[in-house]
């Protein structure tokens, strides 16, 4: 399999950008609360749920590029489209859950996710540190869990200063509801 590395660094250019504008918008909405707008009709009654999707040991190797990708089944694309997708893996030598799209235990890689719109899949993949293509051993995640999480669901946990990049934090905020 050939690997067209420029298209890669593409990706993981548009990918970072997309994610450093989104925190941005995210984050610095912060100020001074002004008074409170008249309170406007009831919306319809909604069934936004939080989807978590559990995946067993999965091998990132050369034999398949350092890449995965990870299917929802049938939920609908709609669904998907709209909703904050997180993922995280947990490494049995290291003992402790990661996020997705950072530096892998140890440095040895960093994983990058996106969303495949054609497809409605997650697709993850290895680079070097210096964002080169990877070029490391063989890597086992024992397991993957994927977050889909819909945007008031999202707006209820910033507001609570949930840590996304903390899977347990997640977690825990999402059995709460």
Request: charged fraction near 15%; include cysteine; charge should be negative.
């Amino acid at each position: 399999m050939h690997t067209n590395y420029k298209s890669v660094s593409m990706k993981k250019l548009f990918f970072m950008l997309g994610t450093i504008a989104a925190l941005t918008f995210m984050f610095s909405c912060k100020g001074t609360e002004g008074p409170a707008d008249p309170t406007g009709p009831t919306g319809h009654t909604g069934n936004e749920e939080v989807y978590l999707y559990s995946f067993g040991s999965l091998l990132y190797g050369s034999m398949n590029g350092y890449y995965n990708s990870y299917s929802f089944g049938t939920l609908p694309k709609s669904t998907i489209d709209k909703s904050l997708i997180l993922a995280y893996y947990y490494t049995a030598d290291w003992g402790d859950w990661n996020t997705v799209n950072g530096p892998g235990p140890g440095g040895d890689y960093q994983s990058v996710m996106y969303y495949h719109e054609a497809d409605s899949t997650v697709k993850i993949y290895f680079l070097n540190g210096d964002g080169s293509g990877y070029t490391g051993a063989d890597v086992t995640w024992d397991s993957t869990k994927i977050y889909l999480i819909p945007p008031s669901i999202m707006r209820a946990a910033e507001q609570q200063n949930v840590d996304f990049s903390n899977m347990r934090q997640v977690d825990r905020f999402i059995n709460e509801k």
